[in-house]
């Protein structure tokens, strides 16, 4: 079992920037990956980062590469998603995700945190 707890939304101006925290516990395998998801209102959840627990391999949704940094703190087996340039369309729930690197990034993995807002105004 793993559990996750996401911290660090909020509401922020389009331009600006936040970082989310996802603190992970439980049975973390060296094969995991973990990963940032977001659904907003009306919308499917989608695939925004991801990162390998035990690697240096990230992966990105096209619409935020280049704005997004996704990283982690092994030690304190915790994941971040550094959010730069935010646009309206950022505005979502964004939820972490950990499991098996394809589980992950497909969005069928059983771990899931409990989610964070993130609102950017215009």
């Known amino acids: 079992q793993v559990q996750l707890v996401e911290s660090g939304g909020g509401l922020v101006q389009a331009g600006g920037s936040l970082r989310l925290s996802c603190a992970a516990s439980?049975?973390?395998?060296?094969?995991?990956?973990m990963g940032w998801f977001r659904q907003a209102p009306g919308k499917e959840r989608e695939f925004v980062a991801a990162?390998?627990?035990?690697?240096?391999?990230?992966y990105y949704a096209d619409s935020v590469k280049g704005r997004f940094t996704i990283s982690r703190d092994n030690a304190k087996n915790t994941v971040y998603l550094q959010m730069n340039s935010l646009k309206s369309e950022d505005t979502a729930v964004y939820y972490c995700?950990?499991?098996?690197?394809?589980?992950?990034?497909?969005?069928?993995?059983?771990?899931w945190g409990q989610g964070t807002q993130v609102t950017v105004s215009s």
């Open positions: 995700a950990a499991g098996p690197v394809l589980l992950v990034v497909s969005g069928r993995t059983e771990y």
């Open positions: 439980g049975q973390i395998l060296s094969t995991y990956a």
């Open positions: 990162i390998r627990w035990s690697a240096d391999n990230t």
